[in-house]
């Protein structure tokens, strides 16, 4: 398996600017889960689905960040309008169901707003 | 909620043996997560505990108790290449499988 992957890897935009996150998870695990990391604050959780469909999005920082999982195979995270304070790095992750399963990192997307 | 405290930092020479403390408050428990994550790097799991008493995988070890919300990381042999930071997470009761963060402790391994 090709693990969990993300695109793209880099992405710089200007404030204000619309930027779209993309993940794909392992194939046959129906958690998925994105996060954020930044020096100050960590890996914090801000959404995660179970099955496609949201689960808890109480992580999410505001309106300008939403989440969709269209299908098992896909998941976005769009931040719009983004801002300066956005710049950290985004994890994608994915489990299986179960007790006893840990969750399958992507390689993450570093995101520079200017 | 949950809250997940671990040291920021910890310094420890190669040869030796480390020992990486957590402690945890959640409103539910299902299971205690240690995680490696390389600087620029993805987390990588290490180990999971869900029952009380230590877990034994090769060099690394991890132990768990619940009735005081406490874990540990033992790193024995230690080799440069464990350098890292380890984090700490704990996953919330329930049918789902929300998993909680600690800021990770920045090991660094000297000669």
């Known amino acids: 398996d090709a693990g969990v992957i993300q695109s793209p890897r880099h992405e710089v935009t200007e404030m204000g600017q619309e930027v779209t996150l993309r993940c794909k998870p392992i194939?046959?695990?129906?958690?998925l889960f994105w996060y954020r990391q930044t020096m100050m604050r960590g890996l914090e959780l801000l959404i995660y689905?179970?099955?496609?469909?949201?689960?808890?999005d109480s992580g999410m920082p505001e309106d300008r960040f939403s989440a969709k999982m269209p299908n098992a195979s896909f998941s976005t995270l769009k931040i719009q309008p983004s801002e300066p304070r956005d710049s950290a790095v985004y994890f994608c992750?994915?489990?299986?169901?179960?007790?006893?399963?840990?969750?399958?990192f992507g390689q993450g997307t570093r995101l520079t707003v200017v | 909620g949950q809250n997940i405290d671990q040291p920021t930092e910890m310094t420890a020479t190669e040869g030796a043996i480390v020992q990486i403390n957590c402690t945890y408050q959640?409103?539910?428990?299902?299971?205690l997560f240690w995680y490696q994550q390389h600087a620029g790097e993805a987390p990588t799991f290490l180990s999971y505990?869900?029952?009380?008493g230590l877990e034994e995988k090769g060099r690394f070890s991890s132990f768990l108790s619940r009735s005081k919300g406490y874990s540990y990381l033992l790193l024995k042999e230690l080799q440069m290449k464990d350098s890292a930071s380890y984090l700490c997470?704990?996953?919330?009761?329930?049918?789902?499988?929300?998993?909680?963060f600690g800021t990770g402790t920045k090991l660094q391994v000297i000669p």
């Open positions: 505990n869900v029952l009380d």
């Open positions: 997470a704990a996953r919330g009761a329930g049918g789902y499988q929300k998993v909680t």
């Open positions: 992750a994915s489990s299986r169901a179960g007790p006893h399963t840990e969750a399958f």
């Open positions: 959640t409103s539910g428990f299902n299971g």
């Open positions: 689905f179970n099955n496609n469909v949201p689960i808890d």
């Open positions: 194939s046959g695990h129906n958690s």
